[in-house]
């Protein structure tokens, strides 16, 4: 079945702590499972990032329902694509709090979503191009 890539950014409404992040990792887990969604989500100092990764049909549907949710706002795509294989293949959500700076890749992480906030190219490549290809293997 032929997929497409989603990847937006977005704002916490108000500050994010472990357990109201796990809740959102929870969920998100648990439903993307049931529609053959995959991704990962990204937070960094009250910015959310998330790629969502499944038919396109289902992506539309469950960002509508995601940008609806009073715990962020301002939700803009910056990326929309199809995509010969999923990145994110292992999870049905990843989540990584950068706020904690322990996490793999943190540097590069930082810098796309950096960049993703006010629409700048690293390089030549969009934020979510660095961001796709930083999971690539
Ligand atoms: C930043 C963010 C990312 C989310 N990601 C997902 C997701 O990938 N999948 C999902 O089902 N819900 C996600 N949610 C939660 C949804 O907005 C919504 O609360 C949830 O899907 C409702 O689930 P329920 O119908 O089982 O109660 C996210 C919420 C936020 C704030």
């Not at 887990?29 to 991704?39: C, F, L, P, S, Y």
């Not at 694509?81 to 990145?87: D, L, S």
Request: positive net charge.
């Amino acid at each position: 079945m032929s997929i497409n890539q989603l990847i937006y950014i977005s704002q916490a409404t108000r500050k994010m702590s472990n357990s109201e992040l796990l809740q959102i990792h929870t969920t998100a887990q648990e439903n993307n499972a049931k529609i053959d969604v995959t991704g990962s989500l990204f937070y960094n100092g009250g910015w959310f990032l998330q790629v969502l990764e499944g038919p396109i049909e289902t992506l539309s549907k469950l960002y509508i329902k995601i940008e609806k949710d009073p715990r962020h706002k301002n939700s803009r795509i910056i990326y929309n694509e199809p995509a010969k294989f999923r990145t994110f293949t292992r999870w049905t959500m990843n989540m990584t709090n950068l706020d904690d700076r322990q996490a793999d890749k943190y540097d590069e992480l930082v810098e796309v979503i950096e960049a993703a906030k006010t629409d700048r190219k690293i390089g030549s490549a969009s934020p979510a191009v660095t961001l796709l290809k930083i999971f690539k293997n």
